[in-house]
């Protein structure tokens, strides 16, 4: 257990809508190893978001356990939430979400500045991310000078930039094409050998699900 990051046990997700009740998530269990890199596969509307968004905090669970790094998210009110999720997780989304009327650099701050990190930390750490990821000369653009794939690696060190020990990724590749959604991938396998950060997808290409090191997939809100 020493080894485990993340511990889901029975973990259950139900949606009120109009008089349905929907089953998001059904009993799902799993532990996730430091440093392991797992793909979630599974159809549209099978609960992987939904999953995702319980191991980030950003949904509660309808029942179960969610333990991230031995901390029960469960236990933590709303503002300890906060504090521990901006410290322990990123969360990339499929839509990239940077603010038009911001230059890169300063939407990729935007994080360590809600997490009080000094202004020069936050500089230091963006100059090193960009430089991994080959964004060092888009620094001054705005996103709407930036392509696809630039746009996403930007999204995705936006989300390391307050050194997370679990990083999160929603359809990471949902939007780009086949070279770019290569690109990425290989910059998760980069990110995971430099920092040894844990990597959750959650995926329904096949693909890009092959190159993690396991593979879980759901259907219907359940883990089969």
Not at 45 to 64: D, F, H, N, R, V
């Amino acid at each position: 257990m020493d080894n485990v990051i993340i511990s889901i046990k029975d973990l259950t997700k139900t949606y009120k809508l109009g008089h349905n009740i929907v089953q998001a998530l059904s009993g799902a269990s799993i532990d996730v190893q430091k440093g392991e890199f797992l793909a979630v596969v599974g159809p549209s509307g099978s609960g992987k978001s939904t999953l995702l968004q319980l191991i980030a905090g950003l949904e509660k669970p309808s029942s179960g356990v969610v333990l991230i790094d031995g901390v029960n998210l469960k236990t933590l009110s709303d503002r300890k939430l906060s504090r521990f999720r901006g410290q322990t997780i990123g969360f990339i989304f499929q839509f990239f979400y940077l603010q038009p009327f911001l230059r890169l650099s300063r939407n990729i701050e935007v994080p360590g500045m809600f997490a009080r990190l000094k202004r020069k930390e936050r500089q230091q750490r963006i100059q090193q991310l960009a430089e991994v990821v080959g964004l060092t000369d888009r620094l001054s653009h705005f996103p709407s000078e930036l392509s696809g794939g630039q746009i996403q690696r930007a999204a995705i060190i936006r989300a390391l930039i307050n050194q997370p020990k679990i990083l999160l990724a929603d359809e990471p590749t949902g939007n780009l094409d086949s070279i770019n959604s290569a690109a990425i991938i290989e910059l998760f396998e980069q990110i995971r050998r430099q920092f040894g950060t844990t990597i959750i997808i959650a995926t329904h290409d096949a693909a890009i699900a092959a190159r993690a090191d396991r593979i879980i997939y759901i259907k219907d809100g359940a883990i089969i």
